[in-house]
């Protein structure tokens, strides 16, 4: 059986006095989860997660990777540097990524690359725009998504974990629906299926207003095996919240 995972994104939130009170009350509830949970923070605070959660059961992730491996490229941080700050996961390729920095397929396939030649579990975000949903462009969209990240990472794919992400319910409150999302995981496994003899080890997370009022009846889809966490997971009882609907 696949075992759940939690991550928060902190996204460009927090300060060193705010991460702090977050990281101790996460913490102090936390004890010994029975789902993996991590928070995926800016890279400039790793070193503090590191020190305030090395005895704890939370795990720790960065945000964005480069995808180059090492050399002349002035405000990028390699994977092998993460690494250093004992960092387990980094989201590649998420929407504000994709939307803002204009971050390819084939650019994220290659920073899932880095991150897995690291020994860091990319968590490959993918999800369609309202636009592309509405014009029943969906399975496309995120099917061709991934289908780069399958390409380029070949035999390593097992130790993805993916995240499907529709960008209307980012931040939006609007969260797709129990069956929406899982129409969606389902398909997604399927292509993980035919690429990998693996694929039934691979999580696949939704993310996309998931909180602590929703999210047990999201988690309780067959193909829905966690959750990404954006505006809940910055706050402790919140994050809780989700942590223990994905422990049942
Ligand atoms: P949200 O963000 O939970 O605030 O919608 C999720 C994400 O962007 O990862």
């Known amino acids: 059986m696949r075992s759940k995972l939690i991550a928060g994104n ?7 006095a705010a991460n702090q009170d977050l990281l101790l009350s996460i913490e102090k509830a936390l004890g010994a989860p029975a789902c993996k949970v991590a928070v995926c923070v800016p890279a400039l605070y790793l070193a503090q997660v590191q020190h305030l959660c090395a005895s704890s ?22 994977a092998t540097m993460l690494r250093d700050f004992g960092v ?28 897995l030649a690291a020994g860091i ?15 029943g462009k969906t399975a496309e969209v ?32 609007k969260t797709a629906t129990p069956e929406q999302a899982q129409e969606v995981h389902a398909l997604l496994r399927a292509q993980l299926v035919a690429a990998s003899t693996q694929a039934e080890r691979i999580a696949i997370l939704y993310g996309g207003s998931m909180n602590a009022a929703n999210a047990s009846s999201l988690l309780s889809q067959p193909d829905i095996d966690g959750g990404l966490i954006g505006g809940a997971s910055l706050k402790a009882a ?5 942590v223990a609907a994905a422990s049942h």
């Open 238 to 242: 919140d994050f809780l919240s989700i």
């Open 142 to 173: 995120v099917k061709r998504q991934l289908a780069a990240v399958i390409h380029t990472n070949g035999h390593c794919i097992s130790e993805i974990v993916v995240a499907y992400e529709p960008v209307w319910a980012i931040g939006t409150g």
């Open 57 to 78: 059961a939370l795990l720790w992730g960065a945000q964005d990777v480069s995808a180059q491996e090492i050399g002349a490229y002035t405000g990028e941080i390699s």
């Open 10 to 16: 902190w996204k460009m939130n927090g300060s060193l």
């Open 121 to 135: 579990t990319p968590i490959v975000c993918v999800g369609e725009t309202l636009a592309q949903r509405e014009s």
């Open 88 to 115: 387990r996961y980094v989201l590649v390729g998420h929407s504000e990524r994709r939307q803002y920095h204009g971050e390819t397929d084939d650019v994220v396939a290659l920073k899932a690359q880095r991150a």
